[in-house]
T-cell receptor, first 115, second 111 residues
């Protein structure tokens, strides 16, 4: 298994500002994932963060809006840029690790509210 | 395109009653199916997956390829089963590393 620490756990931000969310894992992992869960909706993958290369973004998500860093095998950040109220969501960090690479582990999430 | 449908947003059952959380999927090929659970104030975690064919916390789920379903069942619900349950699938068409989630069902077990 993996222990994932995500911070902040929640924040309230003003429109037009940016917030950086941090994700720390207790073991080295090749791939880290960032999900968004909008109110009443399911989890949607934003991007896959690979160490040593650019993040891979899913359709509908762009690097300018959601820049991601992955400086090493245990850490990643997701920035939500130029926020608007539509960005109010829970943002989740996730990893696959261990023998069975098909099992994903999730952080506790960051609850973001944009005023 | 892939799709995971959980028709019930909310489901309430009495303690000791059987419970079934429905999940239907649409996918061209052979996906892997999962159930994830989120208890109150806890993070999302894997409950079970179809290839394991296990019973976890009394829950089972059988993949029915003919009906494209992966319903989660438990014969006798317990209060501690109250949680949010998500059905998810993974496969080549979801992207090599993507879990595709349903919208979730909130299960409440009434004492």
């Amino acid at each position: 298994s993996a222990v994932i620490s995500q911070k902040p756990s929640r924040d309230i931000c003003q429109r037009g500002t940016s917030l950086t969310i941090q994700c720390q894992v207790d073991s080295q992992v090749t791939m880290m994932f960032w999900y968004r869960q909008q109110p009443g909706q399911s989890l949607t993958l934003i991007a896959t963060a690979n160490q040593g290369s650019e993040a891979t973004y899913e359709s509908g998500f762009v690097i300018d809006k959601f820049p991601i860093s992955r400086p090493n095998l245990t850490f990643s950040t997701l920035t939500v840029s130029n926020m608007s109220p539509e960005d109010s969501s829970i943002y989740l960090c996730s990893v696959r690790t261990g023998v069975d690479k098909n099992i994903q582990y999730f952080g506790a999430g960051t609850r973001l509210s944009v005023l | 395109a892939q799709r995971v449908t959980q028709p019930e947003k909310l489901l309430s059952v009495f303690k000791g009653a059987p419970v079934e959380l429905k999940c239907n999927y649409s996918y061209s090929g052979s996906p892997e199916l999962f159930w994830y659970v989120q208890y109150s104030r806890q993070r999302l975690q894997l409950l079970l997956r179809h290839i394991s064919r296990e019973s976890i916390k009394g829950f089972t789920a059988d993949l029915n390829k003919g009906e494209t379903s992966f319903h989660l069942k438990k014969p006798f619900a317990q209060e501690e089963d109250s949680a949010m349950y998500y059905c998810a699938l993974s496969g080549p068409q979801t992207g090599a590393n993507n879990l595709f989630f349903g919208t979730g069902t909130r299960l409440t077990v009434i004492p």
